[in-house]
């Protein structure tokens, strides 16, 4: 069984950082694109940022500057780091990999999702 595990995430003001680890576990023969997004309350679930297997990395505009995704191929690990958070981040993030499991079939595999909050 191929599953994503998230962790991270909480409570911080604004301005504060976080840092989002997902890790990939199960019978997995490959990993393309890794990818975080979230949903806040009342809306869709929407891309944040998403890496390829060789590393080229794509950002939505409201967080560009601030937030750095990364991966480990080793580890089958993504991470996104989040600076300088504000209000409007708070949201419920989401891990997601396009991943091809033991019988050879790719799919898309979602986190269970981590709660982000920013106030003060």
């Known amino acids: 069984q191929v599953q994503l595990v998230e962790s991270g995430g909480g409570w911080v003001q604004p301005g504060g950082s976080l840092r989002l680890s997902c890790a990939a576990s199960?019978?997995?023969?490959?990993?393309?694109?890794m990818a975080w997004y979230r949903q806040g309350a009342g809306n869709e679930r929407d891309l944040v940022a998403n890496?390829?297997?060789?590393?080229?990395?794509n950002y939505v505009d409201s967080v560009k500057g601030r937030f750095t995704i990364s991966r480990d191929n080793a580890k089958n690990t993504v991470g996104l780091q989040m600076n300088s958070l504000k209000p409007e981040d708070t949201a419920v993030y989401y891990c997601?990999?396009?991943?091809?499991?033991?019988?050879?079939?790719?799919?898309?595999?979602w986190g269970q999702g981590t709660q982000v909050t920013v106030s003060s």
């Open positions: 199960g019978s997995i023969l490959s990993i393309g694109t």
């Open positions: 890496i390829t297997s060789g590393g080229t990395t």
């Open positions: 997601n990999a396009i991943m091809q499991n033991g019988l050879r079939r790719w799919s898309s595999y």
